[in-house]
């Protein structure tokens, strides 16, 4: 399946291309991020939003562009200046899932505390992934709030937007999440995680800056002590799909769903003999496993597992979700897991093609095993991903088990007919690429796996044709402008997938930038461009400059008018599904995959 340089956006360092959100007009946006002074301006903010909130509907999260809706007329009904637009929206998503926080018992909530409220000076504490190993000297609020948070049963971190908190999520240790951060941060922190539905709440910082930082104290221990209670209504989640998704990739589940031929162990399981300690005709289904276990958003297993419970009575989404979702039949979860065997091939095929030095962390395949065994590891799970849906003949019906064999075989052929154009252009003396031309690679490449994951959930639950036009349509739009962002991404510095800013650039790939940049500069800066992917400058000078050149031809604001476009006609194709739950899951995809604000750059060093 589709090849995935995917990212999620983050601050670049101060001398680096940056990136921020913006307005629909395109400009940049920190002129909405600030905190509302003095403080009886926020709590007459806050105390209006908390009424608004009251009569909204909360069977349902509310999408950011209905959060931004309200908040911008909330502040114009008092008279507020739009810069508080940032703070309002956290105050609102707050207020919204109160109610959700509260029916959250205080053993399954988790707080998180920033590090900059600690006193830097003195403080002794040591950090490791987890965040900050407090001390609890007492030199700072932070040894107080933690008190008072575990006296009460939270579970308690001091970091911020730190990975590991989503999977503390997914791995269903907490269901609720109270923060503490500057808005930057609750941005890139919450917002897919309000999406999701998963209930949180935050105080924002006062300043930000890392340090003397300031903060609403009485507001936090308010927040703390959020009382559990019922919650009137019950906002449906897909947090419980998540979890399932997730949890398939768990050794155990892995091994359960897809037994293994050759029995070789795990290989974090080899007291650091690696493969040595495995039999030779072991060693590729070993390596097959544990790549297929090291990592990635499973957001493709996710999709068709959502599909087919929407299709099959909604359950996942309601508060007795859990139990929904126990009950999905090991035959779409293989399928689901199939998808994602195609889609982790793809990706050891890429960094092959790309000769990338890391995925997920750690070394790529080919680095860490050679090209060979790696080309072989990549075969091996497309095989492995065929095996899965033909393997269970008494789960599947015939007829049900060769539409989606036809579906994936498409959809592979489309990305190797996408990625071959790729690897022609990036090899060819010409250099040209119109922006039409890159968004056709785009939806042979991404858009694919996309539609596979989404009319295989709607096969497994029943016939596709009423569905097929409007999926179609949808994993197209989702698929291109999925990819334009992965673009905007891989020009900043914090890739969870990758290393390194401007790798694109740097190994000839088109992207729609390229293009953009292409089309909107003169005949000398377009040869100047061509020219930084072969000269002997430093891969720093070649990138700072091809930010400048993207910059004059103004490609990242139209890169991000692009996402918008998409997004927009993504939304339009779900419209056209008559299924509730399965429009209502299309809509959530296409704003939680999609539905940032659109990027652009802020300043070029």
């Given at each position: 399946?589709?090849h ?20 629909g ?5 920190e ?28 069977s349902?999260?509310?999408a ?14 008092l008279?507020s ?7 309002t ?5 707050s ?7 509260a ?9 998180l ?18 965040g ?24 308690v ?11 503390i ?13 500057c808005?930057?941060?609750?941005e890139r922190t ?11 709440m ?7 800056g890392?340090?003397d930082?300031?903060?609403?104290l009485d ?7 959020t ?20 949890q ?19 290989l ?17 289904e070993a ?7 090291s990592g ?40 689901a ?5 195609f ?5 050891v ?24 065994t ?36 498409g959809?592979?052929t489309?990305l190797?007919?996408?990625?071959g154009?790729e ?5 060819a003396?010409q ?7 890159a ?13 596979a ?19 179609v ?10 990819q ?32 953009l ?11 100047e ?16 400059r ?20 998409h997004?927009?006609r ?13 429009r209502?899951?299309l ?17 070029t060093?």
């Amino acid at each position: 399946m589709p090849h995935d340089r995917s990212s999620t956006a983050s601050d670049a360092g101060a001398a680096d291309v940056s990136y921020g959100p913006v307005t629909g007009d395109g400009r940049a946006s920190e002129h909405l991020k600030r905190v509302p002074e003095p403080r009886a301006l926020r709590e007459r903010i806050r105390n209006a939003v908390v009424e608004l909130t009251a009569g909204l509907d909360k069977s349902r999260p509310l999408a950011r562009r209905e959060m931004e809706s309200h908040a911008r007329t909330l502040l114009a009904s008092l008279d507020s200046s739009e810069s508080f637009l940032g703070w309002t929206m956290v105050a609102m998503a707050s207020a919204f899932w109160r109610d959700q926080v509260a029916a959250v018992p205080y053993n399954r909530r988790l707080l998180l505390l920033p590090r900059c409220l600690r006193n830097e000076e003195v403080c002794p504490a040591e950090t490791n992934e987890l965040g900050l190993l407090c001390q609890d000297c007492g030199s700072c609020e932070l040894s107080g709030l933690r008190a008072e948070a575990q006296q009460k049963g939270y579970k308690v971190m001091i970091a911020e937007g730190s990975p590991t908190v989503m999977k503390i999520i997914l791995g269903g240790y907490v269901d609720a999440l109270l923060g503490v951060a500057c808005l930057d941060v609750l941005e890139r922190t919450l917002d897919k995680i309000l999406l999701a539905g998963i209930p949180s709440m935050a105080v924002p910082l006062l300043t930000s800056g890392c340090r003397d930082t300031t903060v609403d104290l009485d507001w936090i221990h308010r927040m703390i002590d959020t009382p559990h209670r019922t919650a009137k209504t019950q906002t449906r989640s897909y947090v419980h799909l998540m979890r399932c998704a997730a949890q398939m990739f768990e050794p155990d589940e892995l091994d359960r769903l897809m037994p293994r031929v050759r029995s070789g162990p795990w290989l974090s399981e080899t007291n650091g003999e690696g493969l040595d300690a495995i039999e030779p005709i072991a060693c590729t289904e070993a390596i097959a496993y544990d790549f297929l276990a090291s990592g990635g958003k499973h957001s493709r297993p996710f999709i068709t597992l959502a599909v087919y419970d929407a299709l099959s009575g909604d359950g996942g989404t309601r508060s007795d979700g859990p139990r929904h979702v126990a009950n999905i039949p090991d035959a779409v979860k293989r399928t689901a897991l199939a998808i994602e065997t195609f889609h982790k091939a793809s990706l050891v095929h890429d960094d092959i093609e790309d000769d990338d030095s890391s995925r997920y962390g750690r070394p790529t395949l080919h680095r860490k095993y050679g090209t060979p065994t790696a080309i072989n590891v990549g075969d091996y799970l497309i095989g492995l991903g065929y095996r899965m849906v033909v393997g269970q003949p008494d789960e599947l019906a015939p007829d049900v088990a060769a539409d989606l064999l036809a579906q994936f075989a498409g959809a592979h052929t489309r990305l190797c007919e996408g990625q071959g154009a790729e690897l022609l252009w990036r090899d060819a003396r010409q250099k040209r690429l119109s922006p039409l031309d890159a968004l056709k690679i785009y939806a042979l490449k991404t858009a694919p796996a996309f539609e596979a994951a989404l009319l295989a959930g709607i096969r497994l639950a029943g016939p596709v044709e009423p569905y097929r036009d409007a999926a179609v349509k949808f994993s197209r739009h989702l698929g291109v402008a999925y990819q334009i962002i992965n673009d905007l991404d891989n020009w900043q510095d914090n890739q969870p997938n990758k290393t390194g800013r401007g790798t694109d650039l740097l190994g000839g790939r088109p992207t729609v930038l390229w293009a953009l940049a292409m089309q909107g500069l003169g005949e000398e800066d377009r040869r100047e461009l061509t020219s930084l992917v072969g000269n002997a400058c430093t891969e720093e000078e070649k990138i700072v400059r091809a930010g400048e050149l993207y910059d004059r031809a103004d490609a990242f604001r139209q890169a991000s008018a692009l996402i918008a476009k998409h997004h927009q006609r993504a939304r339009a194709a779900a419209d056209q599904v008559e299924s509730e739950p399965l429009r209502r899951l299309l809509h959530f995809l296409a704003d939680a995959i999609l539905d940032r604000r659109p990027l652009s750059v802020s300043e070029t060093a």
